[in-house]
């Protein structure tokens, strides 16, 4: 990947104080073959899943993924190829799951060129391109072989201390996709709990695109925690209950383990028979959002992963699955 041409001269974009909401298609409009697409939350938690799941039956391809640590969004890509480029310090399941199958066979067969990085390194890259500078010191890949995964890296003596440094490139994402717990009309977001790389990610991107639990009025969001992301930063916004199911989303509802067993059985098996067994039930066969949720299970589940706020015993009761992976 040429981070270079990544760089723009021009400024971003700030995007007006008008009302921005949308649907869920419309969002992932702004989302084209070839884009560099920076996906928030992490791990299990907070991935904003129903746009993905849109860009995927919309057919876009050819896309760059950067992110640092990251679960089951990235893996979804891989499985339905429209990635061709990743730039992610971590993609797997953890102690739970394990590999991510779908992004390893992608990256093994060459489907997917990997360019493993490390999560501070992505931070500083962001970071340089929210206060418009070409590239970031950093010492965090030193004596590793990340360098040599990315050529267009650099040293310098550093004037002050005759330190070696590593220079590393802005990343300047053509599209950043979050999901929140609340927002409002405007694309004012509210996020509670880490943000991950969110912020820095809204502010570097060309173009934000979000999902959230609820839109509220702007005085209801201040009184929920506050603007984490301010309006002229987002370009989007679409009120999407459920959004990063099966992932979590604190306060609404807990990681869905039963499902993210189902879902990595599938990748296990390979591509044609995740095709058939995830892919067709869950993604193309459902229309829009209100049809996912049907076909995970309606109330039932939604009540299911509510449950964790009732106590430890009803949260623990979660993690517990027949499924075998």
């Known amino acids: 990947m040429n981070y270079y041409s990544k760089i723009r001269k021009s400024p971003r974009p700030v995007h007006p104080s008008l009302d921005k909401r949308v649907s869920v298609d419309d969002l992932v409009s702004h989302v084209k073959n070839g884009d560099l697409v920076a996906v928030g939350g992490g791990l299990s938690s907070r991935e ?11 057919g876009v391809n050819d896309l760059a993924v950067v992110g640092s640590a990251h679960g089951i969004d990235i893996d979804l890509l891989c499985g339905a190829g429209v990635v061709s480029r990743s730039l992610e310090s971590y993609v797997g399941f953890e102690q739970d799951f394990g590999l991510a199958n779908n992004f390893r066979r992608a990256c093994e067969t060459g489907d997917v060129k990997m360019l493993d990085t490390c999560c501070y390194t992505l ?5 340089a391109a929210v206060m418009g500078l070409p590239f970031m010191p950093v010492r965090s890949v030193r004596g590793t072989d990340i360098p040599s995964l990315h050529p267009e890296y650099a ?23 979050i999901h929140a717990q609340y927002g409002d009309a405007q694309g004012n977001l509210c996020i509670e709990g880490p943000p991950v790389a969110d912020v820095l990610v809204a502010k570097a991107s060309r173009t934000v695109v979000a999902s959230v639990e609820q839109i509220v009025s702007t005085e209801r969001l201040r009184e929920l925690g506050g603007v984490s992301i301010p309006y ?4 989007a916004v679409a009120e999407v209950p459920m959004g990063a199911h099966p992932t979590a989303c604190y306060p609404f509802y807990a990681y869905d383990r039963r499902h993210t067993a189902q879902y990595c059985e599938a990748a296990r098996r390979g591509n044609k028979a995740f095709r058939e067994t995830y892919l067709d039930p869950f993604v193309f066969n459902c229309a829009d959002h209100a049809q996912y949720l049907e076909a995970i299970g309606g109330a039932a589940t939604k009540q299911r992963l509510a449950s964790w706020s009732d106590g430890i015993d009803s949260w623990k009761s979660l993690y517990q699955t027949e499924a075998s992976v």
């Open 48 to 58: 904003p899943i129903a746009i993905l799941r849109a860009l995927i039956r919309k």
């Open 232 to 235: 002229f930063y987002v370009t």
């Open 155 to 177: 040293t310098m003596q550093c004037p002050y201390t005759g330190e070696e440094l590593m220079l590393v490139p802005a990343l300047e994402p053509d599209v950043g996709i």
């Open 123 to 127: 931070v500083q890259q962001l970071r």
